[in-house]
T-cell receptor, first 115, second 112 residues
């Protein structure tokens, strides 16, 4: 049972380039999330999805787009990368919404550097 | 709106000493509170959670936390630190949008 898998794990981009991070979960979870982690900032929610075909903005959505075409996959896209998007990105999933008792299951992270 | 404040970005203890990591929350509704741990180069994993009921919550690896409504606190403790406890710890509160709001984290170092 793989849990939550993120690809790629490392990527270096030049300013203005685009890329997509893929998150896949095999736990049949409804909810999926993308967070970014920066030193001293904790984790901040970028976008999330409450089910297949749905997406919603989180705390820091600007410069990112997402899609949830299949229940098991949640894609995070950067259309024109900026140095401020250098970060470690974490995907997470949960069976229920976290407004109740849901637990987040995290991937191992994707480290992105934008030069 | 909900928020979480973790007091101390770095905490250092000796092996065998008490671990105390502080977390205060702000929430306009009864909170769901969590502690997550992150080991180097890994994702976060759940340590323990408070939803309803008993205010003293026991988690994995000997950690526990006490929900104190009057103090709006959810501090994490472990009686005796082990070298393997060295990690970053995050307190979080369930948000109104069905997400988790994380604190900025506390890095725990354990000295031999």
């Amino acid at each position: 049972n793989a849990g939550v898998t993120q690809t790629p794990k490392f990527r270096v981009l030049k300013t203005g380039q685009s890329m997509t991070l893929l998150c896949a979960q095999d736990m049949n979870h409804e909810y999926m999330y993308w967070y970014r982690q920066d030193p001293g900032m904790g984790l901040r929610l970028i976008h999330y999805s409450v089910g297949e075909g749905t997406t919603a903005k989180g705390e820091v959505p600007d410069g990112y787009n997402v899609s949830r075409l299949k229940k098991q996959n949640f894609l995070l896209g950067l259309e024109s990368a900026a140095p401020s998007q250098t970060s470690v990105y974490f995907c997470a999933s949960s069976f229920t919404g976290l407004g109740d008792t849901g637990e987040l299951f995290f991937g191992e992270g994707s480290r992105l550097t934008v030069l | 709106a909900q928020s979480v404040t973790q007091l101390g970005s770095h905490v250092s203890v000796s092996e065998g000493a008490l671990v105390l990591l502080r977390c205060n929350y702000s929430s306009s509704v009864p909170p769901y509170l969590f502690w997550y741990v992150q080991y180097p180069n890994q994702g976060l994993q759940l340590l323990l959670k408070y939803t309803t009921g008993a205010t003293l919550v026991k988690g994995i690896n000997g950690f526990e936390a006490e929900f104190k409504k009057s103090e709006t606190s959810f501090h994490l403790t472990k009686p005796s630190a082990h070298m393997s406890d060295a990690a970053e710890y995050f307190c979080a509160v369930g948000g109104s949008q069905g997400n988790l709001i994380f604190g900025k984290g506390t890095k725990l170092s354990v000295k031999p």
